[in-house]
């Protein structure tokens, strides 16, 4: 079968490139061969930067092409079998039929009041002239709302050991462990001390806590409450068929892996780029500050330059490099290539974000774009498309947005230093390749904001 070219280098080297720099690896083969480039990934990969090539795939991926979960392996571990993420065909159709209702809409913009409360919680704690982790605090807040999001307001210890845990799993993302999720036959569990042991160890207590939680709830059904573990019990499918127990622990996985860690990062870069350059600072506190005292979460969803901040953030170094894989179904034409039916594809996220043709200057910072020029979702897709995207893409900006303004209208933080920080590989996603450090200066000048959260 012939492929789009790409590195002739053997298929470890081009793995082990894969992992360890993948991005500067995926600039390196767009600058050689295009658009359309295969690398030898064990199977052979074809990576796409195309928009046209885009939409084909990506509207089409239930026709010419398939989006099987065969490909997401690498999750298995992580989040189990039953997980949207590793399910295909019908399964997978019926899962994300019974995941999206709690996070459409006007339902998920009732977890503003969360999201504000959570905020105000953990930035309450800075001090003024004390430096913090800023991936951290994004991180404290990002889990504490999918939580609550989650399994309503949750306390007490079950609740905290499960934060615990998760947080400690979620931040072993060293080489070591990409390698084990990569290299199947590595997984090996020398006992507590290994790396593969103690990842097993937690992710079973982590399945404890998750299974006693939803045994508790079966035994106590309580048809008032709104989170989104009861509406997932309770959902049934078109044939009037409920989740099983191992389909619901592997569902919570994923909702509380997925739903913190992208958007944790995705908040740090902004957060970041909002620091580094004055003039966007200025423009996004003018914006903020013309909303008034207590502004609601509605008119900070529709702020036109808070969400070309966000946009931007997510477009200079997205979080997800790549849409998961789609497989061809029946023969297909792509950038003047003939891909026959099994060829592995993936969109490349990263590549597409920085085309110069339709991001000039795309090195720089510049939300600005995003009020100059409507994107397409083939050439802004950050959340990917198609039969896979993103479930969490509507919360996520929600989130972001009403945690940034929270932030923004009650301290004045600084950077701690001015060095670039660049994207590089944190487990399955990117993230900053250093600790991002932020200092608090004051209480912000702007009158301080009570935000209120609204139904919309
Ligand atoms: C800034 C934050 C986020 C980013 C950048 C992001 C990015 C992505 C991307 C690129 C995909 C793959 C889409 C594709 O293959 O076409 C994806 C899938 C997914 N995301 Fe997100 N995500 C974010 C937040 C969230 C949140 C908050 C949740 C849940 C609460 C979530 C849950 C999921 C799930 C379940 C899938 C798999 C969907 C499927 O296989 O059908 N994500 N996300």
């Known amino acids: 079968m012939k492929l ?62 398939a989006a099987p979960s065969d490909w997401n392996t690498v999750f298995e571990p992580m989040l189990g079998k039953n997980s949207v993420i590793t399910v295909s065909g019908e399964v997978h159709r019926r899962q994300r039929q019974l995941l999206m209702p709690p996070f459409h809409g006007d339902r998920m913009r009732t977890y503003g009041e969360v999201i504000n409360k959570v905020t105000e919680e953990v930035i309450s704690q ?24 989650v399994f309503g307001l949750y306390e007490g210890p079950r609740a905290q050991e499960l934060e615990e845990v998760l947080a400690v799993m979620l931040n072993e993302t060293s080489p070591l462990r990409v390698v084990e999720l990569y290299f199947p036959a590595l997984r090996l569990d020398f006992g507590p001390k290994s790396s593969w042991g103690r990842f097993l160890r937690r992710k079973e207590r982590v399945h404890q806590l998750l299974n006693e939680e939803i045994q508790e709830r079966r035994d106590n059904p309580d048809p008032s409450r709104t989170d989104i573990l009861s509406l997932l019990i309770a959902a049934r499918d078109e044939t009037g068929v409920a989740m099983t127990d191992e389909e619901l622990r592997d569902e919570l996985m994923t909702l509380l892996t997925a739903g913190h860690e992208t958007t ?4 740090t870069w902004a957060l970041y780029w909002i620091h580094k350059s004055p003039s966007v600072q200025e423009k996004l506190l003018k914006e903020l500050d013309s909303l008034g005292d207590n502004p609601d979460t509605s008119s900070i969803f529709k702020s036109p330059y808070l969400n070309a901040v966000c946009c931007e953030a997510l477009r200079i170094y997205p979080v997800g490099m790549l849409t998961f894989p789609r497989v061809v179904k029946t023969p297909v034409a792509l ?27 795309h090195q720089e910072f510049k939300p600005e774009r995003f009020l100059e020029r409507q994107f397409s979702p083939y050439e802004f897709l950050p959340f990917g498309g198609g039969a896979r995207r993103c479930i969490g893409m509507a919360f996520a900006q929600f989130e972001m947005k009403v945690v940034l303004a929270k932030i923004l209208s009650s301290w004045e933080l600084a950077l701690v230093d001015h060095r670039d920080v660049r994207p590089q590989r944190r487990g399955l996603v990117t993230g900053p390749n250093r600790s991002i450090q932020m200092v608090v200066k004051k209480q912000h000048q702007l009158p301080s904001r009570t935000l209120e959260s609204s139904t919309l």
């Open 126 to 149: 800075w001090q003024i002239d004390k430096p913090f982790c800023v991936r951290s605090a994004m991180q404290i807040i990002t889990m504490r709302v999918i939580m609550q999001a």
């Open 335 to 361: 950038c003047g290539h003939d891909l026959e039916p099994g060829t592995v594809v993936l969109g490349s996220i990263y590549l597409t974000h920085q085309r110069e043709d339709l991001y000039p200057q």
């Open 264 to 267: 944790a990062t995705a908040l």
């Open 4 to 65: 789009p070219n790409g590195p002739q280098s053997p298929a470890l080297v081009q793995m082990l490139q894969w992992i360890f720099r993948p991005m500067p690896f995926m600039e390196d083969c767009a600058q050689r061969y295009g658009d359309i480039f295969t690398l030898q990934l064990n199977p052979s990969i074809v990576f796409v930067s195309n928009p046209q090539a885009l939409q084909q795939i990506l509207t089409s991926d239930t026709k010419e092409f």
